[in-house]
């Protein structure tokens, strides 16, 4: 099988931001639409939501809690509101509108991408692809940390790939590439006159993977014929102790459940849905209490073929986008990379 | 439609099970529309002598316990047991890794054989329960979600993942990436991560996930700082007949 080759970096010029230029780009993006962007949680963590305050916006992460999936798919989402007494039920009104994604990285845009592939295929996902409609992105680079893997599954930082523009930071500023018309046309609105694009080639500092999975990304549906009855699942189900946050963190995990709640008059209600994982004791139980995935060594296997076979077969893209989340709010420390070149070097002896 | 009639009754626990049903202030009233409560010790005194649910609160640890937990498991058709002490043994079953004889000296002294005791037991070691509401003191979300589901004759659905779950889908700041510790990937769901939204670590006040890998856990909690030992100890804070399985709790 041939995996599609992704795009780099292509942009078709760029103009230059001080700081104080890029915050009042981000106020008047503020006053186009509903901006989203990572800000600060906690002690030291990141997540997306809607800009209040510019000073809040943080151009420099290495990677959210929840992925941009919350968006379109959310954590719980109602999907309709009953009434028992009048046996009648109704959809919540869903509005689109306009909202721009504001400094989020390639790979959280390859996930949306692959997302969009899996809600349209069969039955489109109307709720989803409902709240995709009216999305722009623009993306910005990032450091490495020693969790991401972007370039392993063939994302390169520099991707674009539905971005509209691309922010590039150097030291007294920003690059601004156009990736597309969106872009443009938000960067002339912005400075209401023509903007005359740059195109002297830039060489932003390169910046390196801290990890890296052995074999080229090309190579791995074929290592993924081989270790169905590998020796590897057992090894890691010793450790994980099944919580599911690596599914639930997933960009590209899309799994949910569904479960009516009936409020204290017990005549009105409503239908929710919320995220599930396949790492879940009862993800895979059916009718009668059967469990065809009760063991973590399975359900671990089946989360690693999820990634890198079963949708890969129809897709031809890995699902797997090298976020690093699963890995890096693994409570028991499993990383998905010492995983799969666990899995290489097995089939590299074995062959 | 008659309204069901409901009793709740106490064994050996610190009644906060019960104080903390009187204080859904807001519901309360409502709850009173949908059932007929009979038998209710720490409200009020009336006494039936059939029930449609009885709740259980606390764990059986006498041989009174035991007679008494049968008594109302012929009178009810539905039997909750409400909270960890009635699920699980909850905190009393800590005494049932110590030797019977010193716990009894360390509570009654010279009295010691005036008092029948037992190990603590969960309700289900004795009798027959139907539905269990989890936590110390029992989840407010998942007792109210038993109570109306058996009001309309549906089968409650009860959470068999961790509080983990609960709390990305809340996007919470996890507690370990602050150094704390946490049992909340091993502990069930159902208080909506009541404590770590907090900013607290889960003390597995709910008792463990169905199928927990037991030396997995062990071994992340050594990769946070604990010795094995205690590993065991905070696993077992709430949960010991869990943790120290060797006779059947009566689970399935
Ligand atoms: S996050 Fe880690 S411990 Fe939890 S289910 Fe995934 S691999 Fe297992
Ligand atoms: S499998 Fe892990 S690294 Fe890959 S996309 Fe999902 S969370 Fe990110
Ligand atoms: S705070 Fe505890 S329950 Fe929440 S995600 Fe972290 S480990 Fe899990
Ligand atoms: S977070 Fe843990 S300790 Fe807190 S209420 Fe929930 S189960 Fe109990």
Redesign the interface.
Known sequence: MHLKNPLTLQNKGYVFFDSETMKTFISFLMNQAELIAAHKKGESSYVFRAAENVDEVILDYPRTIQPLKKFFLPPRETLLNFNLEENDFDVPDMETKKRIFFGVHSYELQAIHILDYNFKRGNPESNYLKKREESLFIGISYTPDEYHFGKSVGLEIEKTEGMCLYIEPMEAGYYMFVVDDNGLKLLTEFSSETVALKTETIKPQPKEFQKKIKYHYNRLPQVFDKVYDSSVWKKVSEKCVGCGTCNLLCPTCYCFDVRDEIELDTINGKRERFWDGCMLNTFAEAAGGENFRDKLHNRTRHRLFRKFKYITEHSGELSCVGCGRCTSFCPANISIIDIINNLIEEVSLNS | MSKPKVAFFDFTSCEGCQLNKLNFEN?LL??L??VDIVEFREAMDDTADEYDIAFIEGSISSPTCVERIHDIRRRTKILVALGQCAVSGGINAMKNDQPSDWVREEVYGDDKYLFPSLPAMPVRAVVKVDYEVRGCPMSAPEY??VL??L??GRKP?I????V??EC???????V???GMF?L???TRAGCDALCPSF?QYCTGCRGP?????K???I??LK?HGFSVTEAMKRMKLFNTNDMEKSISWGNR
């Open positions: 519901d409502d709850m529309k949908l109210l979600h109306k589901s009001v309309l659905e959470f068999d993942h961790a983990c779950v990305k889908l809340k996007e919470n700041e996890c370990l990436d602050k946490c909340g990937p091993v900013g996930v169905s199928n927990i890998n030396n997995g856990t071994e992340m990769a």
